[in-house]
T-cell receptor
Framework: GESVGLHLPTLSVQEGDNSIINCAYS??????FIWYKQESGKGPQFIID?????DKRQGQRVTVLLNKTVKHLSLQIAATQPGDSAVYFC?????????????FGTGTRLTIIP | GAGVSQSPSNKVTEKGKDVELRCDPI?????LYWYRQSLGQGLEFLIY????????KSGLPSDRFSAERTGGSVSTLTIQRTQQEDSAVYLC???????????????FGPGTRLTVL
């Protein structure tokens, strides 16, 4: 069936460096993608989203890139801080208006080394 | 304002017992979602409510799982005759209803950690 997956399960980055977390998706009908951050013992927290009619979107210190040709999504975090240490999930949605289920990847654990 | 809240935060039960998990969505949010997260895994969709109706129950793993929502607000996820494989964190999320093709962020609660012995 369709699935969302991640290339790397763990990633360690020196504080202050930039990090890139990758995600592959297989459902070509997906029209909306989201990155979530989950800290230990907490629910996922929205970071940034992107529609399928875009290939790049920037937020505060974060950038999401979407390559529909190869069905690839990435999250770039600039100037990483200790508080960025968490598990990051990509998720996809192909429902109407986005108010339907999200399909999540298995997550990448990002560790920021002080 | 208050976010999504869930109770209990932790639940330990014996195999075969029934459990009820509660979700209080953000006030005014019409959409409510239940997900399950097994240890070290991503989130697995269970069920979605729009108001009090559930247009998508496709993720419920078996007929032991059911959910209801009353008054367009609080939702309860019930697991009957729990099994050890039901052990997981159960997460609830809510979002507001939009129109015109806009997408709305799902806000997650802290989850209920269920352990079935």
């Amino acid at each position: 069936g369709e699935s969302v997956g991640l290339h790397l399960p763990t990633l360690s980055v020196q504080e202050g460096d930039n990090s890139i977390i990758n995600c592959a998706y297989s459902n070509s009908a997906s029209d909306y993608f989201i990155w979530y951050k989950q800290e230990s013992g907490k629910g996922p927290q929205f970071i940034i989203d992107i529609r399928s009619n875009m290939d790049k979107r920037q937020g505060q210190r974060v950038t999401v890139l979407l390559n529909k040709t190869v069905k690839h999504l990435s999250l770039q975090i600039a100037a990483t801080q200790p508080g960025d240490s968490a598990v990051y999930f990509c998720a996809e949605n192909w429902g109407n208006f986005g108010n339907e289920k999200l399909t999540f990847g298995t997550g990448t654990r990002l560790t920021i080394i002080p | 304002g208050a976010g999504v809240s869930q109770s209990p935060s932790n639940k330990v039960t014996e195999k075969g017992k029934d459990v009820e998990l509660r979700c209080d969505p953000i006030s005014g949010h019409t959409a409510l979602y239940w997900y399950r997260q097994s240890l070290g895994q991503g989130l697995e969709f269970l069920i979605y409510f729009q108001g009090n109706s559930a247009p998508d129950k496709s993720g419920l793993p078996s007929d032991r799982f059911s959910a209801e929502r009353t008054g367009g607000s609080v939702s309860t996820l019930t697991i009957q005759r729990t099994q050890q494989e039901d052990s997981a964190v159960y997460l609830c999320a809510s979002s507001s209803l939009s129109s015109g093709g806009a997408y709305n962020e799902q806000f997650f609660g802290p989850g209920t950690r269920l352990t079935v012995l």
